[in-house]
């Protein structure tokens, strides 16, 4: 993740750059500290290239 953008995946297959507040990249970086701790206590890697993940610690997949 950038400082200010967020590149995302969206529909019609293409990338797109995302800018976002401060606040909210504060609140990312929480989550992702969170996120770190919980799948550790998984034995989980805390490394993943999605950033939204299930109670599981796998990515969140379309129905």
Known sequence: ????????????VK???VPISLMLRKYMIR?????????SSLGRPAHNNNYF???SGRPLTTA
């Open 15 to 17: 990338w797109r750059y």
């Open 53 to 55: 993940l299930a109670h």
């Open 31 to 39: 989550y992702e500290r969170i996120c770190e701790g919980y799948l």
């Open 1 to 12: 993740m950038q400082d200010t953008t967020l590149k995302i995946f969206g529909k019609g």
